[in-house]
């Protein structure tokens, strides 16, 4: 039988289809089986459990340092995340004494500002501003986001912060809107006593905060994230770390040191996604051990705009085409067994692509309905479309492909919402309200969402990328 136009179409869309159906079926859907129960930690211990856990350890308390890292001109959104830290010392003494708080702006007047909002809470445990100067430059000239982590690290060693305490000491790195629950909190202290030998944790984030301010299609992009993160904890339990969150990221102070932010730039273009870079030096230099899922979640919120949305998965496309290009010349990373070199490209690769070529997929979606519904008009331009070998085989891709792995995607989304609105404590009539919400604009969301990565790689190919840390309105 003779392929025409019409055929090629349709096993080109198709061959871009099965790409997406075969990333969710065999990458995204197992990570989920796999650590659902994980999760989210089971333990959640009381103080005199965490005494006790010490005690059999043989181990002393972590301290804990909260680093919120914020572009500026974010107040409100800071000072939510500060007061969810300071109801961690009002309801644990224990607690209290072993946590820190470090703010990091970039913009000069925040510094009395949020220092009096400490005074205001009347903060007992060691909080402090950081002033990111404007003329501050690192050695390999690191912009945006990575530039102001690397500023903190050089001022807690020069006022020698990162030595006061013989205990265990961590970063735990917050965005600006990132706030922590008591019982998420105490998640996390498990991990970090009962696995003392892993030196970088993650855990899963979800989007309650302003959620109904949100548009609604934004709302359904951030969906997808909290399912995600089930892929997260696969990859932080068996690294390579293919992808790294910014915040909930808890590192061990002198691995931070160690490694350090100062990551430069990419064909002399800033860095987007530092926090992939870092994970990806750490195991090119550590290896797999230090790597671990901690299991607490942090509450953030969805951007309020489709545009908010937009740029975001601009940034962050573009910077894990950065980190794949980046990586490639760092001597640790070439020191690498070939095979695993290969590995994590292939997979970081396989990710962008599926990602990217979703949004031709809903072509092959489109096109592949009008051909059921409609033979006989498609036949007019090329008789193979209506012919019986061809229906056979889109029936046999449709029933054993496509409609599965659309099962699975919507089945990602409702997911992912359900606990983006767990926090809420809505009525099981408006949750219910809510997902068929999430359902009915999937159709745009999905194109919308899908578009935004096929941009991004489409302006990398061209050697425009994407190029910015925007401050969005929160």
């Known amino acids: 039988m003779t392929i025409h136009l019409g055929m090629l179409i349709w096993l080109v869309g198709g061959s871009f289809f099965l790409l997406c159906a075969l990333y969710y079926i065999f990458e995204l859907m197992p990570a989920y089986f796999r650590h659902r129960r994980s999760y989210l930690n089971p333990n959640v211990p009381s103080d005199e459990e965490i005494l006790?856990?010490?005690?059999?350890?043989?181990?002393?308390?972590?301290?804990?340092?909260?680093?919120?890292?914020?572009?500026?001109?974010?107040?409100?959104?800071?000072?939510?995340?500060?007061?969810?830290i300071v109801l961690l010392a009002d309801v644990s003494p224990l607690f209290e004494q072993y946590i820190e708080l470090l703010i990091v702006t970039e913009e000069s007047l925040e510094r009395d500002i949020f220092s009096d909002y400490f005074k205001s809470k009347g903060?007992?445990?060691?909080?402090?501003?950081?002033?990111?100067?404007?003329?501050?430059?690192?050695?390999?000239e690191t912009m945006f986001k990575a530039r102001s982590l690397h500023y903190s690290l050089e001022y807690r060693k020069a006022n020698g912060n990162d030595s006061k305490h013989n205990s265990p000491s961590y970063i735990y790195y917050f965005d600006s809107e990132s706030t922590i629950t008591e019982t998420d909190f105490r998640r996390v202290i498990h991990s970090l006593i009962s696995s003392p030998e892993k030196r970088i944790f993650e855990g899963a984030i979800i989007?309650?905060?302003?959620?109904?301010?949100?548009?609604?299609?934004?709302?359904?992009?951030?969906?997808?994230?909290?399912?995600?993160?089930?892929h997260c904890a696969e990859v932080m339990k068996k690294p390579p770390p293919?992808?790294?969150?910014?915040?909930?990221?808890?590192?061990?102070?002198?691995?931070?040191?160690?490694?350090?932010?100062?990551?430069?730039?990419?064909?002399?273009?800033?860095?987007?996604?530092?926090?992939?870079?870092?994970?990806?030096?750490?195991?090119?230099?550590?290896?797999?051990?230090?790597?671990?899922?901690?299991?607490?979640?942090?509450?953030?919120?969805?951007?309020?705009?489709?545009?908010?949305s937009f740029h975001a998965r601009l940034r962050w496309v573009t910077g894990t085409w950065q980190a794949l290009s980046f990586m490639k010349i760092q001597p640790e990373y070439q020191n690498l067994p070939w095979r695993t070199r290969t590995w994590i490209q292939f997979r970081m690769r396989i990710r962008l692509l599926a990602h990217s070529l979703s949004f031709l997929t809903v072509f092959f979606l489109l096109f592949s309905l009008l051909l059921f519904l409609f033979p006989s008009i498609f036949a007019v331009f090329d008789t193979d479309l209506a012919s019986p070998e061809f229906r056979t085989l889109q029936y046999v891709v449709s029933r054993f492909f496509l409609l599965p792995a659309t099962f699975f995607w919507l089945f990602t989304i409702l997911n992912g919402a359900s606990k983006?609105?767990?926090?809420?404590?809505?009525?099981?009539?408006?949750?219910?309200?809510?997902?068929?919400?999430?359902?009915?604009?999937?159709?745009?969301?999905?194109?919308?969402?899908?578009?935004?990565?096929?941009?991004?790689?489409?302006?990398?190919?061209?050697?425009?990328?994407?190029?910015?840390?925007?401050?969005?309105?929160?």
């Not at 680093?67 to 007061?83: A, L, W, Y």
């Not at 903060?123 to 050695?139: D, G, H, L, M, S």
């Not at 992009?221 to 399912?227: C, D, K, Y």
Request: charge should be positive.
């Open 207 to 230: 989007y309650p905060h302003k959620y109904f301010d949100a548009n609604i299609i934004s709302r359904q992009m951030e969906s997808v994230r909290p399912f995600n993160c089930h």
């Open 123 to 140: 903060i007992t445990f060691p909080a402090e501003v950081i002033c990111v100067p404007k003329e501050y430059q690192t050695r390999n």
């Open 52 to 84: 006790s856990l010490l005690r059999m350890k043989n181990q002393k308390f972590p301290r804990i340092k909260f680093q919120i890292t914020t572009r500026g001109k974010e107040v409100e959104v800071v000072q939510r995340s500060i007061d969810s």
């Open 420 to 474: 983006n609105i767990e926090p809420l404590n809505l009525s099981r009539k408006h949750q219910l309200l809510e997902a068929c919400k999430m359902l009915v604009v999937t159709p745009i969301a999905g194109v919308i969402d899908s578009f935004c990565a096929f941009y991004a790689s489409f302006r990398w190919i061209l050697g425009k990328p994407y190029n910015s840390w925007n401050v969005t309105l929160k």
């Open 242 to 308: 293919l992808h790294l969150h910014g915040s909930n990221l808890l590192v061990e102070e002198k691995l931070v040191d160690s490694i350090g932010w100062d990551f430069g730039k990419v064909y002399n273009q800033p860095l987007l996604a530092e926090d992939i870079v870092f994970g990806l030096k750490v195991y090119a230099k550590y290896g797999s051990q230090p790597f671990g899922w901690h299991g607490g979640r942090i509450y953030e919120q969805p951007p309020l705009s489709v545009r908010a």
